[in-house]
């Protein structure tokens, strides 16, 4: 299993149509989003915290693949501590720094809801396929064929750039370039990575077009993409996380909308 690749399982959540996942994930992120508040996105997050034993994903891989948020959450959350609005008590002031009750609060609310709407993102699409998912916007949401294929070519091909980096890595070793100046190394190999990516994409865009996949023919899938009730009970289980969190701010008195 590759970090980029679908966690294979027999879990009840595995075999969910991925277009739920995707459903209860935008509703979930959109009630979230109605507010700015803390109290909302703490009490959605340990919501989904309880749902995350159920996701199907082993401790260290869930936070392998969640990595990049528990970075980028506190950076956001010290940006917005020493950039925020100012409102309340001030603690420290030096040119564009204000850091005051406002902009900590802000902060720890900021923090919150990017765990809040990243993490249920995350760990429902470690669980989809590729495959699957195209099968489920063509049949379920009746997206243009040509709209999924694409799609799923573009995601298919960025599996292989980690592949296409770590073979540019022992390239480059094997030349004896790789042992020094890794800045100028990231970049080089970088702008290898795009040329690479250009030119299979070109490649692919022909290939695909040559074999039809351009044209507004009515297509047929083979294999049926199932939507019922175990789909619906996770959308309904997103709208309830949301409408509990939106609920708990109001009773506190925290609600805070986000335009205004």
């Known amino acids: 299993m590759t970090l980029l690749g679908p966690v294979r399982?027999?879990?009840?959540i595995h075999a969910i149509n991925p277009v739920a996942k995707l459903t209860?994930?935008?509703?979930?992120?959109?009630?979230?989003?109605?507010?700015?508040d803390w109290v909302s996105a703490a009490v959605a997050l340990v919501l989904e915290s309880i749902l995350f034993l159920w996701a199907g994903l082993a401790p260290r891989a869930f936070f392998r693949r969640t990595a990049a948020l528990w970075i980028a959450a506190p950076l956001a959350g010290v940006t917005t501590i020493l950039y925020g609005v100012p409102a309340g008590q001030t603690y420290l002031q030096f040119g564009l720094i204000h850091v005051?009750?406002?902009?900590?609060?802000?902060?720890?609310?900021?923090?919150?809801?990017?765990?809040?709407?990243g993490l249920p993102a995350v760990?429902?699409?470690?669980?989809?396929?590729?495959?699957d998912l195209a099968d489920g916007l063509a049949q379920v949401w009746h997206l243009p064929s040509r709209f999924v294929l694409g799609a799923l070519a573009g995601i298919r091909l960025v599996g292989l750039f980690l592949?296409?980096?770590?073979?540019?890595?022992?390239?480059?070793?094997?030349?004896?370039?790789?042992?020094?100046?890794?800045?100028?190394?990231?970049?080089?190999?970088a702008f290898a990575l795009l040329v690479i990516s250009l030119r299979?994409?070109?490649k692919l865009a022909t290939a695909m077009e040559a074999r039809g996949f351009g044209g507004d023919t009515v297509r047929t899938w083979a294999r049926p993409s199932p939507f019922g009730g175990r789909e619906w009970l996770l959308i309904a289980i997103g709208a309830v996380i949301g409408a509990t969190a939106l609920t708990a701010a109001v009773l506190?008195?925290?609600?805070?909308?986000?335009?205004?």
């Open 9 to 12: 399982g027999t879990r009840r």
């Open 24 to 36: 209860a994930s935008l509703l979930l992120s959109v009630l979230l989003l109605v507010t700015i």
């Open 100 to 117: 005051s009750d406002g902009s900590i609060a802000l902060a720890v609310a900021t923090v919150l809801r990017i765990l809040a709407i």
């Open 123 to 131: 760990v429902l699409f470690a669980t989809v396929d590729p495959t």
């Open 163 to 189: 592949d296409d980096w770590r073979q540019l890595e022992l390239a480059r070793r094997a030349r004896g370039l790789g042992d020094s100046g890794r800045i100028r190394r990231f970049l080089n190999q």
């Open 200 to 202: 299979r994409g070109s």
């Open 252 to 260: 506190a008195g925290t609600f805070r909308f986000v335009i205004g």
